[in-house]
Each structure stands twice: as structure tokens, then as C-alpha cells.
């Protein structure tokens, strides 16, 4: 059984394309879900690093 999967494209400020899943991970905002392995994984999980390094987001509260 597959899952559907729907990405989100949107303009930001300066005129790119950006894809909000990826933004919303690199803002800390969302977590990557490692089942996945489709399309933009390795972005996504770029993001969550750069998010994690920062202490962004979800990533502010301490790890136990």
C-alpha cells in the first residue's frame, strides 16, 4: 500500500520557487519522515541538519 504524497511550491520575497516542505524543515518547523525516500529526501534531510545545527524550531528544546 502506497501513500500520496503532495509537494507545495510556492514564490518567496526574492522571486525563487522554494518548496514549502523543505522550508518548513529548515526553519525547524517540521522533521523528516525516514520511512520516505522519494523525491527531494536528501534536500529534506539537509534541511534537518541545517535546522538541527541551529537549534531551530523543534530543534530549540533540549534533547533528552
Known amino acids: 500500500?502506497?501513500?500520496?504524497v503532495g509537494?507545495?511550491?510556492l514564490e518567496d520575497g526574492d522571486g525563487r520557487v522554494v518548496d514549502l516542505g523543505v522550508e518548513l524543515v529548515r526553519r525547524g518547523?517540521?522533521?523528516v519522515d525516514r520511512t520516505y525516500?522519494?523525491?527531494?529526501?536528501?534536500e529534506l534531510n539537509a534541511a534537518?541538519?541545517?535546522?538541527?545545527?541551529k537549534k531551530?524550531?523543534?530543534?530549540s528544546a533540549p534533547q533528552r
Open 1 to 4: 500500500r502506497g501513500r500520496m
Open 37 to 42: 525516500s522519494g523525491y527531494k529526501y536528501g
Open 29 to 31: 518547523l517540521g522533521t
Open 56 to 59: 531551530a524550531g523543534v530543534w
Open 48 to 53: 534537518m541538519r541545517e535546522a538541527s545545527a
Open 7 to 9: 509537494r507545495i511550491h
